[in-house]
Nanobody, 124 residues
Framework: QVQLVESGGGLVQAGGSLRLSCAAS????????MGWFRQVPGKEREFVAT????????YYADSVKGRFTISRVNSKNTVYLQMNSLKPEDTAVYYC?????????????????WGQGTQVTVSS
């Protein structure tokens, strides 16, 4: 059974930083591209960042480019999202997702497994 467990969310002031982690189990982690998405109430879940299975390829939403960094440690079955210079509009539930392909993707429909999410709140 595949499990993705996010951690690291919380409350932070604008301009601050957080690092999210996603621990994966039940899959061949080193063969899966991974992604981070976020959602606020009443809106669709939106793409944030993605990383290929090797960790070489990354891609970001324009809204977070230059502020967020996605990375992974395959030996630990873990993917990270380092979030710097946080803004109130970054407030959302952040979800980790795994794709049954080594290639990264920004398309929500192309991800096969999802975590339960972790809340990030940025105060102004």
């Amino acid at each position: 059974q595949v499990q993705l467990v996010e951690s690291g969310g919380g409350l932070v002031q604008a301009g601050g930083s957080l690092r999210l982690s996603c621990a994966a189990s039940g899959l061949a982690f080193g063969t899966n591209a991974m992604g981070w998405f976020r959602q606020v109430p009443g809106k669709e879940r939106e793409f944030v960042a993605t990383i290929s299975s090797s960790g070489i390829g990354t891609y970001y939403a324009d809204s977070v480019k230059g502020r967020f960094t996605i990375s992974r440690v395959n030996s630990k079955n873990t993917v990270y999202l380092q979030m710097n210079s946080l803004k109130p509009e970054d407030t959302a539930v952040y979800y980790c997702a795994a794709r049954s392909s080594p290639w990264n993707s920004a398309a929500r429909r192309e991800y096969n497994y999802w975590g339960q999410g972790t809340q990030v709140t940025v105060s102004s």
